[in-house]
């Protein structure tokens, strides 16, 4: 008894096989699964390019993300070293707005969500501990959207309360800013995180917070050194800022008529920065007393002489003082002998009458109060020099010429008028036509991409994937596909023609072979057959009906 291999089928399985319906079946699934090997070759071809969605976050902040990315069903993957998760380009900036809106990421600090999670039971100084944790995640948080910041973090040094007022202290604030590749911060931007912070913290002033960088640079200038000078940073920026200023001026008006690139400017101002307060009287020459203000006049009269006996009846009423003295503003002239001149006073015999007047007058001042203020402009330098006129030749050859007196005299009075030229306060100004050195520019060709290897290098990947791919492709349809096709096109002929035509065609001087090649091909064959041999073709069909019969 012959024994059966190990790969031998069975007879259900073979006789299944070789039956018409088993050979169907088998041809029409490896024809579907030749149709998914094609279509995942095509798959992996066109595979996506990932780009970063977030980089640089906390192990929670991870967790989080790859758990929300799973439920939408989004792929994702990790960048070498593990510091970033990537996902397709064209679903990043989706997954970026559907992870905000769960609060993803939520970064490594706290903020005043911690206190929501209070637990009953927590000591006093259990919940200011948190509570100053909240304050400096919040702060931290704060810090972190300006747009320089990678990471920020705060420490905040909050002393007891106390009663005693020799005992209270000021609270301080440290921060440590971790900068973007390649950013600064000027300082109104540090003085901008100072404030903020001082701000945010009851009884902080602004000189006990402190400012660092990720490489221990001190950003805080609390106390504004000053250099040799005596100008605090804030001075020197002003003098740049406005010499700048100038020259951005001058640059702008004078472009349109010399072309881009063909003016150069540079401006020096000199700046005062001191404070000055003046105080003035200034008293005016005497004048004329007819045209002068009087501002008091005293005037006393006595008579000396003779005095006469009481008169009058003696009493109360005879008894009473003097009625005060009085006197004219004006004094009239001298009149005749023995008259006063306030009163006109008749003198008595043997007795003299005195008279003293004191006129006093307005002094006319002027009272006056200067305040000068700070960073006045005492004295402008500018330097201007422009290129020659580019002029082209009836040759085609440019040739630079030298602008004309006209034209510079133009160009010196638009600069005098851009700059706020002031001969008075000792301003000067240059205007030099000369031509630039290295003007002309070479042109720079592109770097071939061969030269480039990494452009080389990924231009390879990519067409090596889509050759890769194409050449799977073939071979799957020329080894697997076409030959399962042509199975089942061959399944599908009709079947060999009866044994009397093949009799018949064998007695014929032409011998036709017929071959079971297809029933397009049979067919053509026999209208072939019975163009060429019409008898032929006759006596078949004759021999067919003599057969049925």
Not at 176 to 185: D, E
Request: proline share 7%; net charge neutral.
């Amino acid at each position: 008894m012959a024994v059966a291999g190990e790969g031998a089928l069975t007879p259900g399985v073979a006789g299944f096989a070789q039956s018409a319906a088993g050979r169907n079946i088998i041809m029409m699934v490896g024809a579907a699964l030749a149709v998914a090997a094609m279509a995942g070759v095509w798959m992996w071809s066109q595979q996506p390019d990932y780009r970063v969605l977030f980089s640089n976050f906390s192990d929670r902040d991870g967790g989080a993300i790859v758990a929300s990315l799973q439920q939408m069903n989004i792929p994702y993957k990790y960048a070498e070293g593990g510091g970033a998760i990537l996902v397709p380009a064209a679903q990043v900036h989706d997954a970026r707005l559907k992870l905000a809106s769960q609060g993803l990421p939520k970064g490594g600090n706290v903020g005043f969500e911690l206190m929501e999670n209070q637990k009953l039971g927590v000591s006093q100084f259990h919940e200011q501990v948190n509570f100053q944790r909240a304050l400096e995640g919040e702060l931290a948080r704060s810090i972190q959207a300006i747009a320089q910041v990678a990471a920020a973090r705060v420490h905040l040094a909050l002393p007891k309360a106390s009663v005693f007022v020799r005992d209270q202290q000021k609270p301080t604030a440290s921060v440590l800013i971790n900068l973007h590749a390649g950013r600064s911060l000027d300082q109104q931007q540090v003085n901008a995180v100072v404030h903020l912070v001082a701000s945010s913290v009851p009884d902080l002033p602004p000189k006990n917070v402190s400012v660092i960088d990720q490489n221990g640079n001190l950003l805080s200038q609390n106390d504004k050194p000053r250099d040799a000078n005596g100008l605090d940073p804030t001075q020197l920026k002003y003098v740049q800022e406005l010499q700048q200023s100038i020259v951005k001026r001058i640059e702008s008006i004078i472009t349109p008529i010399v072309g881009a690139d063909n003016v150069r400017a540079e401006a020096t101002a000199d700046v005062d920065f001191s404070h000055t307060e003046q105080a003035a009287e200034i008293y005016k020459p005497n004048q004329e007393p007819n045209s002068g203000s009087v501002r008091s006049q005293q005037s006393s009269e006595s008579l000396n002489g003779a005095q006469a006996g009481a008169t009058g009846v003696p009493g109360a009423l005879s008894n009473q003082p003097p009625a005060p003295a009085t006197a004219p503003l004006t004094v009239p002239p001298a009149g005749a002998a023995g008259t006063s001149g306030a009163a006109g006073t008749v003198a008595a015999p043997g007795s003299s009458v005195q008279k003293d007047v004191t006129v006093n007058y307005e002094v006319d001042k002027t009272v006056r109060y200067v305040q000068q203020p700070m960073g006045g402009v005492k004295r402008l330098s500018v330097a201007v020099v422009v290129n020659y006129r580019r002029d082209v030749g009836k040759d085609g050859k440019v040739v630079m010429k030298p602008l004309s007196e006209a034209e510079k005299t133009q160009i010196t009075d638009l600069v005098r008028e851009a700059m706020g030229f002031n001969r008075d306060r000792g301003d000067t100004l240059n205007v030099v036509n000369s031509p630039f050195a290295g003007m002309d520019k070479e042109k720079i060709e592109p770097v071939p991409i061969w030269k480039q290897p990494d452009a080389m290098l990924q231009l390879a990947k990519d067409i090596g994937r889509y050759v890769l791919g194409i050449v799977l492709l073939l071979l799957l349809y020329f080894k697997i596909v076409k030959p399962i096709w042509a199975r089942i096109d061959a399944s599908l002929q009709p079947p060999a023609p009866p044994p009397a035509l093949a009799h018949a065609a064998e007695d014929t001087d032409d011998i036709v072979e017929i071959q079971p090649r297809g029933y397009e091909h049979n067919l053509n064959r026999a209208k072939q057959l019975a163009r060429d041999d019409p008898k032929l073709v006759a006596n078949v069909v004759k021999s067919w009906v003599g057969t049925n019969e």
